[in-house]
T-cell receptor, first 114, second 111 residues
Framework: DTEVTQTPKHLVMGMTNKKSLKCEQH?????MYWYKQKAKKPPELMFV???????INESVPSRFSPECPNSSLLNLHLHALQPEDSALYLC?????????????FGPGTRLTVL | GEDVEQSLFLSVREGDSSVINCTYT??????LYWYKQEPGAGLQLLTY?????DMKQDQRLTVLLNKKDKHLSLRIADTQTGDSAIYFC???????????FGTGTSLTVIP
């Protein structure tokens, strides 16, 4: 099973709202990733967690706050977003951060900020 | 390892072969990947190749790697309408597992 699940599938929020995106995998992977993808563009890495600890933060604004409560779950908390944050948010996981571990992606959350 | 280039568009007739090309820059890349993304969906891992290989075949998919020219290609035999999607190559340089994605190639299959 190489499935990564994400909820919700779609999210519309105002600039003053607080919402969370959720990602789950049951492959026993110890590395999890958040990406942001604009239409027709490649995914851009936001955060990487390794063994539930934040490993990489690609200079993401503080209005995005990641959380890894356990090895299977990854959350992305959103607060005071801007319209330009509207995008597809993709979660991925890999066995660990050893070079060459394939990353498996979830279906994404389509976020619209009004 | 951040400038991974692909042609933006490719159009082929159903039943023909498709060849999607990718040029990467980091010679230390040990693994190179191909992902498929259908509209509104996430990225699906299609195949990958280790840098000490020249070719890898998996059913209708053939990956060719020219390490000297840092050129990677994906050939899809007997292309079907269900193959219409955006295809991304990705390199994984020999430092951690950070992926650098190509610009993506939009493949259109004409019935």
């Amino acid at each position: 099973d190489t499935e990564v699940t994400q909820t919700p599938k779609h999210l519309v929020m105002g600039m003053t709202n607080k919402k969370s995106l959720k990602c789950e995998q049951h492959m026993g992977h110890r590395a999890m990733y958040w990406y942001k993808q604009k239409a027709k563009k490649p995914p851009e890495l936001m955060f990487v967690y390794s063994y539930e600890k934040l490993s990489i933060n690609e200079s993401v604004p503080s209005r995005f706050s990641p959380e890894c409560p356990n090895s299977s779950l990854l959350n992305l908390h959103l607060h005071a977003l801007q319209p330009e944050d509207s995008a597809l948010y993709l979660c991925a996981s890999s066995q660990d951060l050893t070079t060459g571990r394939a990353q498996y992606f979830g279906p994404g959350t389509r976020l619209t900020v009004l | 390892g951040e400038d991974v280039e692909q042609s933006l568009f490719l159009s082929v007739r159903e039943g023909d072969s498709s060849v999607i090309n990718c040029t990467y820059t980091d010679s230390s890349s040990t693994y190179l990947y191909w992902y498929k993304q259908e509209p509104g969906a996430g990225l699906q891992l299609l195949t990958y190749i280790f840098s000490n290989m020249d070719m890898k075949q998996d059913q209708r998919l053939t990956v060719l790697l020219n390490k000297k020219d840092k050129h990677l290609s994906l050939r899809i035999a007997d292309t079907q309408t269900g193959d219409s999607a955006i295809y991304f190559c990705a390199e994984s340089p020999n430092t951690g597992n950070q992926f650098y994605f190509g610009t993506g190639t939009s493949l259109t299959v004409i019935p």
